[in-house]
């Protein structure tokens, strides 16, 4: 069975640009997470989806991020602009949602914003 | 509030010594609880879960946690670490009444002296 796809695995940018991540989740698998890992932290829920709809995104940070995934399968994470307390790494999970919501992650995405 | 607290940052242990890595919990509804795994680099890896039952739970790599719940704590314990062991390690919680989400400790920083 393939495991969570991210990409890219790196990525550096300057402030104010702009960048996209993407995620492909293990096959059937309804929900699907986007985290956020500061250097030194645990995880950060961004936002939740089930299907392709919404669960919780209340702690995305609206006016410059943005998540969609279309036909409930890949996802879609942007930033923009960028700012520097940006930088960190991009954990995407997904979950089957049959036994009690166990995640799955991908190898996830380090942003640094210079 | 809810919230899960590793109390050590860093452990330096000693290949072939034992290992517990301590979690606890402040949680209102009946708990889930994880130990995950992220290797440098990785992406977070599922060691072992606790739902229900035997308060022992075994997971991968010999690691076991038990559950106390008049103590709100789920420890990580291995008996004998490997220096491949090195990594940082988490504790997270979910709930069915939190649409499953997890909420993580700050990690533990395992180093494994040869």
């Known amino acids: 069975e393939a495991g969570v796809a991210q990409s890219p695995r790196y990525k550096i940018i300057e402030k104010r640009q702009s960048v996209a991540f993407w995620c492909n989740p293990i096959s059937g698998h309804a929900t699907l997470y986007w985290y956020q890992q500061i250097l030194g932290q645990g995880p950060k829920l961004l936002i939740q989806?089930?299907?392709?709809?919404?669960?919780?995104d209340s702690q995305l940070p609206k006016d410059r991020f943005s998540a969609e995934r279309l036909k409930g399968v890949d996802s879609t994470l942007k930033i923009q602009p960028a700012k520097l307390e940006d930088s960190a790494v991009y954990l995407c999970?997904?979950?089957?949602?049959?036994?009690?919501?166990?995640?799955?992650f991908g190898p996830g995405t380090r942003l640094t914003v210079l | 509030a809810q919230s899960v607290t590793q109390p050590d940052i860093h452990i330096t242990v000693s290949e072939g010594a034992s290992l517990e890595l301590r979690c606890n919990y402040s949680y209102g509804a009946t708990p889930y609880l994880f130990w995950y795994v992220q290797s440098p680099g990785q992406g977070l890896q599922l060691l072992l879960k606790?739902?229900?039952?035997d308060t022992l739970v075994q997971g991968i790599k010999g690691f076991e946690a038990e559950f106390k719940r008049s103590q709100s704590s789920f420890n990580l314990r291995k008996p004998s670490v490997h220096w491949s062991d090195a990594a940082e390690y988490f504790c997270a919680v979910g709930s069915m009444d939190s649409n499953y989400q997890l909420i993580w400790g700050a990690g533990t920083k395992l180093i494994i002296k040869p």
């Open positions: 989806f089930q299907n392709n709809g919404v669960v919780d």
């Open positions: 999970a997904s979950s089957s949602g049959r036994e009690y919501n166990e995640q799955f």
């Open positions: 606790y739902f229900s039952g």
